[in-house]
């Protein structure tokens, strides 16, 4: 019997500190697991909020530490605040002479306002107030520039306005040439006299060259796509102060391959080249030019893709957004990240690693944008609009969604602390 009690109690004094061991081991083990996640998803773009739940409770420990390692705000995820106040504030209504008529929707019969009664709230912090005052006296003696498609536009007026809001005689405000603000190809340059500034718009859909397609072409190539060659218009885009490119909308079959508008490079017709290997080709054309052309004290951006809303069909067959009062909630009825946003993104890494300066910035506006289906024109199509047209869910009303890309535009220059010389 004491031989027996000896024995058990030799066997759990070596098993005890096997257990222990056991455990210290199970702990270290995860705890390193955790340490090699953390530094992985640091190294992975950001994820949106609702692909971040598949990972359960270790999404919110990843989440908090890019919070933290980034040091700043990311104003591109948060979510829509019913906020009636906020319009009123913001204080430019349609009357702002520098809109075109098509998207001052309420004015095109446009009845309800709801769309009017939403604010962008990012996770975990604010964004700044836009303060026209404050960026007229940044921008004091300066260029600001937007060059892209018909969004870029939309962009542009509604910055405009904005910016005009720190003006008090609108009259001192006017187009340098005496164009009037409405649709037409070229260019528009609006002329803030009080502060010596241009706020310019340059109308490129696709920054490169759109022209005749090189002798011996085939007969179903009409036009091609320079993708190797900056349109004309980028010589007046240097020595700007403020850039902000955009690209997307015009970059699929519908309105390249579908048109018998094929891709040329190096002078040689492909028509094999899909049309993403194309605009890849051309953001590296983009790239290279800014590289090479641009002042390094300029604040480059370029804006990620906004999207469009065709319920239930297509632009052109039956789309439509008019049933939409609310921004959406169900994260379901959400786009997937287009494929542009992603090559636009691996873009700006590149640049920001061999132009060594911060004031390249990737304008991440494509996630609060998604659940506007709310903020379009629809069927409120400016007057003279043959009939019937196809809704317009591409554009959008304004004031309206892009007043907040440009909050967030000043917000990242502020934080940048833009200022010309």
């Not at 980034?70 to 591109?76: K, L, V």
């Given at each position: 019997m004491?031989?027996?009690?000896?024995t058990?109690?030799?066997?759990?004094?070596?098993?005890?500190?096997i257990?222990?061991?056991r455990?210290?081991?199970?702990?270290?083990?995860f705890?390193?697991?955790?340490?090699l996640?953390?530094?992985?998803?640091?190294?992975?773009?950001?994820f949106e909020?609702?692909?971040?739940?598949?990972?359960?409770?270790l999404s919110?420990?990843l989440?908090?530490?890019k919070?933290?390692s980034?040091?700043?705000?990311?104003?591109?995820y948060?979510?829509?605040?019913?906020?009636?106040?906020?319009?009123?504030?913001?204080s430019?209504?349609?009357?702002?002479?520098f809109?075109?008529?098509?998207?001052?929707?309420?004015?095109?019969?446009?009845?309800?306002?709801?769309?009017l009664?939403?604010?962008?709230?990012?996770?975990?912090?604010?964004?700044?107030r836009?303060?026209?005052?404050?960026?007229?006296e940044?921008?004091?003696?300066?260029?600001?520039?937007?060059?892209?498609?018909?969004?870029?536009?939309?962009?542009?007026?509604?910055?405009?306005c904005?910016?005009?809001?720190?003006?008090?005689?609108?009259s001192?405000?006017?187009?340098?040439?005496?164009?009037?603000?409405?649709?037409?190809?070229?260019?528009?340059?609006?002329?803030?006299?009080?502060?010596?500034?241009?706020?310019?718009?340059?109308?490129v859909?696709?920054?490169?060259?759109?022209?005749?397609?090189?002798?011996?072409?085939s007969?179903?190539?009409?036009?091609t796509?320079?993708?190797?060659?900056m349109?004309?218009?980028?010589?007046?885009?240097?020595g700007?102060?403020?850039?902000?490119?955009?690209g997307?909308?015009?970059?699929n079959?519908d309105?390249?391959?579908?048109?018998?508008c094929?891709?040329?490079?190096?002078?040689?017709v492909?028509?094999?080249?899909?049309v993403?290997?194309?605009?890849?080709?051309s953001?590296?054309?983009?790239?290279?030019?800014?590289?090479?052309?641009?002042?390094?004290?300029s604040y480059i951006?370029?804006r990620?893709f906004?999207?469009?809303h065709?319920?239930?069909g297509?632009?052109?067959?039956?789309?439509?957004?008019?049933?939409?009062?609310?921004?959406?909630?169900n994260?379901?009825?959400?786009e997937?990240?287009p494929?542009?946003?992603?090559l636009?993104?691996?873009?700006?890494?590149?640049m920001?690693?061999?132009?060594?300066?911060?004031?390249?910035?990737?304008?991440?506006?494509?996630?609060?944008?998604?659940?506007?289906?709310?903020?379009?024109?629809?069927?409120?199509?400016?007057?003279?609009?043959p009939?019937p047209?196809?809704?317009?869910?591409?554009?959008?009303c304004?004031?309206?969604?892009?007043?907040?890309?440009n909050?967030?535009?000043?917000a990242h220059?502020?934080s940048?602390?833009?200022?010309?010389?």
């Open positions: 004491d031989h027996h009690q000896s058990a109690q030799k066997h759990h004094r070596f098993s005890l500190p257990v222990i061991k455990q210290l081991l199970y702990a270290i083990s705890l390193i697991f955790l340490i996640s953390v530094l992985v998803f640091d190294l992975l773009p950001p909020p609702h692909q971040l739940s598949r990972f359960g409770f919110q420990i989440l908090n530490n919070k933290s980034q040091g700043s705000c990311n104003y591109s948060g979510r829509w605040v019913r906020d009636e106040s906020y319009y009123k504030i913001q430019y209504d349609e009357t702002c002479p809109l075109d008529p098509g998207f001052r929707c309420r004015q095109c019969g446009r009845k309800d306002v709801e769309y009664n939403w604010r962008w709230q990012p996770k975990g912090c604010e964004i700044p836009f303060n026209a005052s404050d960026l007229l940044r921008s004091r003696n300066g260029r600001i520039v937007f060059a892209g498609d018909s969004i870029a536009r939309n962009q542009w007026e509604s910055f405009l904005m910016l005009g809001q720190g003006v008090h005689n609108k001192t405000i006017y187009e340098e040439h005496g164009k009037p603000i409405t649709k037409h190809k070229g260019f528009l340059s609006m002329r803030f006299s009080e502060y010596n500034l241009t706020v310019e718009y340059y109308r859909p696709f920054l490169v060259v759109v022209g005749r397609p090189t002798l011996n072409s007969t179903e190539v009409k036009m796509i320079k993708v190797d060659q349109h004309w218009f980028s010589r007046k885009w240097v700007a102060d403020i850039l902000v490119f955009s997307g909308h015009w970059w079959e309105k390249t391959v579908e048109m018998g094929y891709f040329e490079d190096g002078g040689k492909n028509t094999s080249m899909s993403m290997e194309a605009f890849q080709r953001l590296q054309t983009w790239k290279s030019w800014a590289l090479q052309n641009l002042d390094r004290e951006f370029f990620s906004s999207p469009v065709y319920r239930n297509t632009w052109n067959i039956e789309g439509r957004c008019d049933v939409d009062m609310q921004p959406e909630t994260y379901m009825n959400l997937p990240e494929v542009n946003n992603q636009i993104s691996d873009m700006i890494k590149q920001e690693l061999e132009y060594r300066n911060s004031k390249v910035q990737y304008l991440n506006i494509t996630y609060l944008t998604q659940f506007r289906f709310d903020g379009h024109p629809s069927v409120h199509r400016e007057p003279g609009t009939v047209a196809p809704q317009d869910c591409s554009h959008w304004l004031p309206g969604v892009p007043d907040v890309w909050e967030i535009l000043y220059l502020r940048m602390g833009f200022k010309t010389k």
